[in-house]
């Protein structure tokens, strides 16, 4: 709020400074005196600002008015790192403690990957025609402990808790975000918040009415629906395709889109909610699980559809690596979840992708040209997540659209481009298979079903010349290789390409009729 008041101050200042020059180089009476008149009437209300009651020093509280009903508390907020878990809220409170914490200059405070806990401060008075009763909204889900603590009077204070390292039912609020009732005074009042995790910290917090909350629980709840909706079409849509085409291609695609369904599933919390909901042991590590599983499949997935075994036999081998790494992998994540395996699952995982891609980009290189529907698949999911980071970061508004769901629109986004390259892939393999077929009967006519015709032509002629034992036998002869050569007719038939057709075969069945029973 100072370096608000201070740019203010200062753009005001020159404003006036200039005009009082102009006025002063014009010789206009009193128009200097006229013109610096904001100067002096600036420096008394910033004056008056720096002795406004707050909360704490240099930390501005929240005011709530008729109107709004949003607010965003990021530049509210005061943080203080606790490294050794020592504190309470009766230390954190106390003038010696108190002075340690900094205030915010984020929208959105964020945090590397830590094992201190962090407490929050923040202030908040309502004007007198505001109900009292708001909600406190926390949107990072990955939070393992967090306990607000809200000012009861004489110092004292209630504690509220919530966190992924308590059942999901026990929620004052059942939402996949963490969200607490917030009792506010028409006086201004103190709340904290401790939190710690093994994941990166960051603090989207909010203060809501309950007609906000709603609205965007709608909303969120809806665009969730449609990209859970999109993985769970795909996956069906493309086992009914491999049932009918039997690429195992297909297969390994709708395992892949199964378990990403399960990690977001896993991810937003839903399993926390519906399928799991007191199993904290599984609701630990299933997110870390699922992606490695989903990880394997995204490899086999990666193998078969860029045919690496053909176009790239070393990268290939370096797929098969990490599948048999992700093994040990997932048994480290089932046996112990710390700060330590997130660290290297992450890692690993965003290594297994470099692989990927890289096999991907060798296997365009040597001609396989569907893997370009790859390789872009995989830039709407990268630039998904940079969106996410940029916002985690603050690089752009970390509420906005496309920092809140700009990975799960760079992943559906994805899994459609993978589906737009298998029809393309089996487009170009049905080609591939149709030109082939078509050379094989191009070649059983010319070549074998030549030579039985010159040994039928030649028959006949030792038939005519021969005595009459040698005749009989050269008529077996001709017949034998007269009969060889309508089956292999019957055979380059049924290779040529153009005759897959209900009309193909059945003028071939009426051919076939006449030839046994005579024409009508």
Not at 13 to 30: D, K, P, Y
Not at 160 to 178: C, S, T, V, Y
Not at 335 to 350: C, Q, S, W
Request: aromatic share 12%.
């Amino acid at each position: 709020m100072w370096a608000e008041r201070l740019y203010v101050s200062v753009y005001v200042a020159i404003q006036a400074m200039s005009r009082a020059l102009v006025c002063h180089q014009a010789g206009t009476r009193g128009g200097f005196a006229r013109s610096m008149r904001p100067v002096f009437f600036l420096l008394i209300l910033n004056g008056l600002c720096s002795l406004w009651p707050s909360s704490v020093s240099g930390q501005a509280p929240v005011y709530l008015t008729a109107g709004q009903d949003d607010y965003a508390l990021g530049l509210h907020l005061a943080v203080l790192r606790d490294e050794q878990h020592q504190w309470t809220i009766q230390d954190v409170i106390s003038p010696e403690v108190a002075k340690l914490f900094e205030v915010s200059r984020k929208d959105v405070p964020a945090f590397r990957y830590d094992e201190a806990a962090y407490w929050i401060r923040f202030s908040a008075v309502r004007s007198s025609e505001v109900p009292a009763n708001w909600l406190l909204e926390i949107s990072n889900k990955s939070l393992d402990d967090i306990r607000l603590y809200i000012p009861a009077g004489d110092g004292q204070y209630v504690e509220k808790r919530a966190g992924d390292d308590m059942p999901f039912g026990a929620r004052e609020i059942k939402d996949r975000n963490f969200v607490f009732s917030l009792p506010i005074a028409d006086t201004v009042g103190v709340f904290y918040l401790r939190a710690q995790s093994k994941a990166p910290l960051h603090f989207p917090l909010r203060i809501l009415s309950l007609e906000s909350y709603l609205q965007r629980s709608r909303s969120d709840q809806l665009f969730l629906g449609v990209f859970l909706g999109i993985l769970l079409a795909m996956a069906l849509y493309h086992l009914i395709l491999y049932l009918s085409i039997k690429d195992p291609t297909y297969f390994y695609y709708v395992l892949f889109i199964v378990y990403l369904l399960l990690y977001e599933i896993s991810v937003q919390r839903v399993g926390a909610e519906y399928l799991w909901p007191n199993n904290l042991w599984w609701a630990e590590r299933s997110n870390s699980t699922l992606i490695l599983i989903t990880g394997i499949l995204a490899l086999q997935f990666a193998r078969s559809f860029l045919r690496s075994r053909i176009f790239a036999p070393r990268m290939d081998m370096l797929l098969l690596v990490f599948m048999a790494l992700s093994v040990p992998m997932i048994a480290w994540n089932l046996m112990g979840m710390d700060r330590t395996v997130n660290n290297a699952t992450i890692a690993f995982f965003g290594i297994m992708h470099l692989a990927m891609i890289s096999a991907a980009v060798v296997c365009l290189f040597r001609g396989d040209q569907a893997t370009r529907y790859y390789l872009v698949a995989w830039s709407f999911f990268i630039v998904g997540g940079f969106l996410r980071l940029a916002g985690l970061w603050q690089l752009i508004p970390p509420s906005s659209f496309a920092a809140l769901h700009g990975m799960q629109i760079g992943t559906a986004l994805e899994v459609t481009l993978f589906a737009m390259g298998l029809g393309y892939r089996y487009k170009v393999m049905n080609s591939e298979r149709e030109r082939l077929r078509l050379r094989i009967a191009s070649d059983l006519h010319d070549d074998i079903g030549s030579g039985l015709t010159q040994i039928t032509l030649r028959s006949e002629l030792l038939r005519r010349a021969a005595d009459p034992k040698a005749a009989e036998l050269a008529g077996q002869i001709g017949a034998q290789a007269h009969e060889l050569a309508m089956t292999m007719r019957d055979i380059v038939w049924s290779i040529e390409p153009k005759q897959d057709s209900w009309e193909a075969l059945e003028m071939r069945m009426k051919d076939h009729a006449i030839g046994l029973l005579g024409p009508a």
